[in-house]
């Protein structure tokens, strides 16, 4: 055996034999608790809307404490954060890991930072003990995960130039923001990453949803993220005097909206599955007491993870609205406007985190995420793994928003042994 090749299988031995490696809970959620003060709001939350001062100042405390942890770290043209650790081979692509530090605005203290802070704890903690795994690492702060994840859709090229006029939360287009905070919207090309650039992604997240906590489960496995179709509905009566118009003369755009609402609940409940589909916004027209509602827009989101069962969903809400339409005298139209597709998580890292997980003595559940991720769009050029702890009560984008030290601390663990695990195995390089 040569001697290139001897080292690598011994850094690859020892890295399997590292089951007792553990990271530091109490500096990981002190550094939580120091984060908060970045845009920091009277009820307790945070308001670190991307672009904003707050968000620029707690990517910086940030970048910082990437530094300690031995990372080298930089600003890339998108304006994504990127701490980066050699491996022992120069010639294997980089895991990397990650999320967001961005809220939503009067948003909460975990919804990103847990991944970021947890992924920049699992680094330090290999740096203290001078372990080097084979792949490089990255740990990557998203910018702009609230508002359209901008930095993970630009990393793989989906970012449109269009995109770049939008407004964001801090008063700044996209493009201006990406300024803002050392990036350069002229140059986004340059970093964009193709299939086999990354050997694959892992993130650590708050569940954002009531069900680990409610069953007293440890870690959630990712599935998948699920797709999501949104639909402008209009729904179009003949407004007329309320006194005056006899109840079976009536086109009433309101009374067709109220039926197609039920029916949304009805037909998603009745078929199996666990997709949702959900009406949010209705507006009616003319809104005034003393008129029959003529107009009605409505909004439908539909999510599930195969876009297949979104499009069996959508139709036979479809095909029920024109039947209500009909019936009462209206019409009604549906016209898509927002896709965002599902993201599968790959098989071995799910396995992998479940190992972990079994290996730590901590329960665990397979489950989809509801909610959209960084890793939603790194899955399109790479495997992606998801790891979820406890939120309390279910309560996120909220100053009440929670997870437990010891849950953080184990979700962290468990990002660290799935990392050594990932790395020492052959099936991603």
């Known amino acids: 055996m040569k001697r290139r090749e001897f080292l690598l299988a011994a850094a690859a031995v020892t890295l399997r034999r590292a089951p007792t490696l553990r990271i530091d809970g109490e500096r990981l959620n002190r550094q939580l608790g120091e984060l908060k003060a970045f845009g920091r709001t009277p009820e307790g939350g945070v308001s670190r809307v991307a672009y904003s001062e707050a968000d620029r100042d707690g990517r910086a405390y940030v970048m910082e404490l990437m530094r300690q942890a031995g990372l080298d770290a930089h600003i890339d043209v998108i304006g994504n ?66 508002n359209g994840k901008t930095g993970s859709r630009a990393l793989v090229g989906e970012l449109e130039q269009r995109e770049l006029d939008l407004p964001s939360h801090a008063d700044k287009t996209i493009g201006e923001g990406i300024a803002f905070i050392g990036g350069d919207p002229t140059r986004l090309d340059e970093a964009i990453r193709a299939q086999g650039d990354v050997a694959h992604y892992l993130e650590l997240h708050i569940e954002q949803g009531a069900v680990l906590h409610a069953r007293s489960i440890d870690i959630g496995v990712v599935e998948g993220i699920v797709g999501i179709k949104r639909f402008n509905v209009v729904i179009e009566g003949k407004a007329n005097h309320a006194g005056t118009t006899p109840m079976d003369q009536r086109s009433d755009a309101l009374l067709t909206a109220g039926r197609f609402i039920d029916e949304v609940h009805e037909v998603a409940t009745r078929l199996p599955g666990r997709h949702v589909a959900t009406v949010g916004k209705i507006e009616v027209h003319p809104g005034a007491p003393n008129v029959v509602p003529g107009r009605v827009d409505l909004s439908l989101e539909i999510r599930d993870l195969k876009m297949e069962k979104i499009d069996e969903i959508y139709e036979s809400i479809d095909a029920r609205a024109r039947e209500i339409a009909a019936r009462n005298r209206t019409s009604v139209s549906l016209e898509p406007y927002y896709l965002s597709r599902a993201a ?86």
């Open 81 to 146: 954060v990127i701490g980066r650790r050699a491996g022992s081979d120069a010639n294997l692509p980089p895991i990397l890991m990650g999320s967001h530090t961005d809220s939503v605005p009067h948003g909460g203290n975990f919804d990103g930072p847990v991944g970021v802070l947890g992924a920049v704890e699992v680094a330090r903690t290999l740096d203290e003990a001078k372990l080097t795994t084979r792949h490089p690492l990255e740990v990557v702060i998203f910018q702009n995960e609230e």
């Open 344 to 429: 599968p998580t790959h098989e071995n890292l799910r396995r992998h985190v479940e190992e972990s997980s079994d290996a730590m003595g901590l329960t665990h559940l397979r489950m989809p995420s509801g909610a959209g991720h960084d890793a939603q769009s790194i899955a399109r050029i790479a495997p992606a793994g998801m790891i979820f702890i406890p939120s309390i009560d279910g309560i996120s984008h909220s100053p009440k928003e929670l997870s437990r030290p010891g849950d953080i601390e184990a979700g962290a663990n468990v990002l660290l042994q799935t990392l050594l695990g990932t790395d020492a195995s052959n099936a991603f390089g």
